[in-house]
């Protein structure tokens, strides 16, 4: 059964920092690249950040370059993110999901998700 689990989300205040998981089972994790998407209220949602299978080489759009971090760990099936500078903007329930392709990061390239873990930047 092909679970991704994300873990630390919160209520943070802007500025702050964070650090997000998601645990992977059930499937060949080193064979898929791995990205993190967030969707905030009446929003679609956007990929944030992918992480290559093949090569580690790592992706971010311009709205969260410098500020987010993809890492990943194939002994422990885990990716992280940590997210720094946190903005109210960044506020959003934040998935993980496993797929083929990793960047351009686009939803329909990742066959499996999470159900996500809700950031709330806010003072």
């Known amino acids: 059964q092909v679970q991704l689990v994300e873990s630390g989300g919160g209520l943070v205040q802007p500025g702050g920092s964070l650090k997000l998981s998601c645990a992977a089972s059930g499937f060949t994790f080193n064979y898929y690249s791995i990205a993190w998407f967030r969707q905030a209220p009446g929003k679609e949602r956007e990929g944030v950040s992918c992480?290559?299978?093949?090569?580690?080489?790592?992706h971010y759009p311009d709205s969260v370059k410098g500020r987010f971090t993809i890492s990943r760990d194939n002994v422990k099936n885990t990716v992280y993110l940590q997210i720094n500078s946190l903005k109210p903007e960044d506020t959003a329930i934040y998935y993980c999901a496993a797929g083929a392709v990793c960047y351009p990061i686009r939803t329909y390239d990742y066959d499996f998700w999470g159900q996500g873990t809700q950031v709330t930047v806010s003072s």
């Open positions: 992480i290559a299978n093949y090569d580690n080489s790592t």
